[in-house]
């Protein structure tokens, strides 16, 4: 079973705009990252928010996490053509070996 | 990208074969994973290692096993492969940042089954 849900599950903007993806997931969590995946190729971290944080930044990335609500968003701000990717959200279980429990993603595409 | 190779990298093989993918990692990580990729689930875990010979199962282990005789192997085997099981499979590590909580990808192993 997945643990997070991103919504959407697609989403098309145009550069320079920003690109806002939220994750919902079920259980206690050590903390929740995020992911990127180009086209046939791994995923890489983008960004890890402990439970005990409320919002963390990095370049033009914005992480949220409600914990009441169990849920978090991903802003990505001054979109690029580059930035074209699936993202997705994984979350880190409380009491787990690290075993990250992966939604099915987002598809962002942004247009030159 | 953590020290991580996957191989094959592509294969297809024939129902009823076994197949191992092999997940070699260089920075001594304790922890690796392997998932599985399919349109719709995002990324599943199948099994994972937490030091030599020290293997459990993930959410989707049926028909799959795994072995770690070595820190730096870590070894997934379809013991007779079948249709469902074509997938994109991702070995994984955990990284040793200060969090210690960082998951590392390699770049995945393409598995046909026909």
């Known amino acids: 079973s997945q643990q997070g849900e991103e919504d959407p599950q697609a989403l098309s903007i145009q550069e320079g705009e920003n690109a806002t993806m939220n994750c919902s997931y079920k259980?206690?969590?050590?903390?929740l990252q995020w992911y990127r995946q180009n086209s046939g190729r791994g995923l890489v971290h983008l960004i890890l928010?402990?439970?005990?944080?409320r919002e963390k930044h990095s370049g033009r990335l914005r992480v949220t996490l409600d914990t009441s609500k169990k849920s978090s968003s991903l802003l990505i701000t001054a979109s690029r053509a580059a930035d074209t990717a699936s993202y997705f959200c994984a979350t880190d279980e409380s009491g787990g070996y690290n075993k990250l429990i992966f939604g099915a993603g987002t598809r962002l595409a942004v247009h030159p | 990208d953590a020290g991580i190779t996957q191989s094959p990298r592509h294969k297809v093989t024939e129902t009823g074969t076994p197949v191992t993918l092999r997940c070699h990692q260089t920075e001594n990580h304790r922890y690796m994973y392997w998932y599985r990729q399919d349109p719709g689930h995002g990324l599943r875990l199948i099994h994972y290692?937490?030091?030599?010979?020290?293997?459990d199962k993930g959410e989707v282990s049926d028909g799959y096993s795994v072995s770690r005789s070595k820190t730096e192997d870590f070894l997934l085997t379809l013991e007779s492969a079948t249709s469902s099981q074509t997938s994109v499979y991702f070995c994984a590590v955990r990284g040793q940042d200060f969090s210690g909580n960082t998951i590392y990808f390699g770049e995945g192993s393409w598995l046909t089954v026909v």
């Open positions: 290692s937490y030091g030599v010979k020290d293997t």
């Open positions: 259980t206690s969590i050590n903390n």
């Open positions: 928010i402990r439970s005990n944080e």
